[in-house]
């Protein structure tokens, strides 16, 4: 069985607004997408009762985080403006923070002026930067007066080109040097509160995908939380030969391998089954050898 010395007993932590968040379980953060042209579920979110509905699911069925989105980050997506992303998010968190007020809020934005808006007018707790700060030079200071927790995830290219013959010398060694160069100038401007995402179909081929999958223990040389985004993505579907509709399966297969290993957080479509996952694996753990 599972041991108890391996990657489960690793004690992390976040400060989110005096609230230390703890690792040692770990967490579903569920995907809401206010963007008419998200993968899977664009579209489906833009009207406030179907909104408040999913979120409504989510918390019941045991989400620790929300993920707001209004820039669809899939391969070739379109660019939009400053503005409507900025409109998109404004009108969703005035109503979650009415509707939802205790809930805790993650923004997914690589702007900062956005990044700023949201925690400073409408109390998000959490920015999520696809880019690492790499489209735009503003986000790591901003994150450190925001002083709010922060998930860098590494992307090889920007959203629009980043799935055209993607290349490394070695995927999982080369993001785990792009972090550590990351972490390193977060940590000299004061920011220690980082989440790592080592973003899977963001700049990587299938197999670079499964590579990082089969290597995701070594990201825990950082000791920093690791949040994975593997939900109905194109590497189940290539792989399968299947659509994102059916593709929960699959998802709930590598969201297991992920915890297996010792990966801090599930971000998600389907809040139950990533929350059935993580029980399952608990229980699992606690009967490890001594």
Do not use: W
């Not at 968040?21 to 406030?48: A, C, Q």
């Amino acid at each position: 069985m599972i041991p108890k010395d391996t990657l489960f007993s690793r004690k992390r932590t976040i400060n989110i607004n005096g609230q230390s968040i703890d690792f040692s379980e770990p967490k579903v953060m569920g995907i809401l997408n206010v963007t008419p042209d998200s993968f899977y579920d664009g579209g489906r979110f833009l009207e406030e009762k179907k909104m408040v509905s999913k979120v409504e699911q989510m918390i019941s069925e045991g989400v620790d985080f929300i993920d707001v989105g209004a820039y669809s980050s899939r391969p070739g997506a379109t660019d939009i403006s400053y503005g409507e992303e900025t409109k998109r998010l404004s009108a969703t968190m005035k109503v979650l923070r009415s509707r939802f007020p205790a809930i805790i809020i993650s923004i997914d934005t690589f702007r900062s002026g956005i990044a700023r808006k949201m925690v400073e007018e409408y109390g998000a707790n959490m920015i999520n930067d696809i880019s690492a700060g790499s489209m735009d030079r503003e986000m790591f200071r901003t994150i450190a007066d925001l002083r709010v927790p922060y998930i860098m995830m590494h992307m090889q290219g920007i959203p629009q080109t980043m799935q055209k013959d993607p290349k490394y010398e070695h995927v999982v060694k080369d993001i785990i040097t792009f972090f550590s160069r990351k972490v390193e100038k977060l940590k000299l401007l004061g920011v220690n509160d980082v989440i790592l995402d080592p973003g899977l179909g963001f700049g990587k081929t299938l197999d670079h995908n499964y590579e990082i999958m089969n290597g995701l223990s070594l990201f825990a040389i950082f000791n920093k939380p690791v949040m994975i985004g593997v939900s109905r993505k194109s590497m189940i579907g290539k792989l399968l030969g299947c659509t994102p509709d059916e593709a929960l399966n699959g998802t709930i297969v590598l969201n297991t391998v992920a915890l297996l290993e010792g990966v801090d957080i599930l971000r998600v479509h389907d809040v139950k089954e990533a929350v059935e996952a993580i029980r399952i694996i608990e229980k699992l753990n606690k009967f490890g050898v001594e």
